[in-house]
């Protein structure tokens, strides 16, 4: 998380130049396979040499990274400088930033690439999480748990494009923690 928002305060030109080849990427994945897609092509898309592509990413993975990491700190961002310690009310704001990005998340889920937006979340789930279940460091296995059903959940809603408005999925998580926390409350767990 913080390489990326340092990376922004340093060099806005560099953080410039990720972005349009993430976009030089992301438009070649709409009309050809990810796997078939060469860094000439994405640089050329982009007009940007293949050097200055290299300065900044080593593959093509490391761009979807890149800006999925950008996403998810945009949201570890807003939940600390607002304040937010109202589960729904942090669950609003991710599903509200997700929505913002959602043909991007839906690219990156129609190529299969699930492991590179679960891979983006990794560093900064746990403090999402935390504020979410008002768990403990020592609560890891819980945690763990959480972890996995958010990243799975915001997948599911991203795949399934227009089943459910943002404020029904919503209320759907929300239940879902709300009840998986009155089921350990209840076990003593």
Known sequence: MLYYREDKRMNRQIYKTKNVIFEALLRKMQVKNYHEITIIEITEDADVARLSFYRHFKTKEDIILFKFKDIIDKIVRKIFATGMDIPKEILELILGVIE?????????????????????????????????????????????????????????????????????????????????RLLLKTNNI
């Open 100 to 180: 913002s990005y959602k043909s991007t998340f839906n690219v990156i889920i129609k190529h299969n690439l699930y492991g590179l937006i679960v891979q983006s979340f990794s560093s900064d789930i746990r403090v999402i999480t935390k504020k979410i279940t008002n768990l403990e460091d020592s609560d890891a296995y819980l945690l763990t748990f959480y972890e996995g059903a958010l990243i799975n959940l915001l997948i599911e809603w991203v795949s399934n494009e227009n089943a459910v408005s943002k404020n029904e999925y919503l209320k759907i998580i929300d239940n879902i923690f709300n009840k998986q």
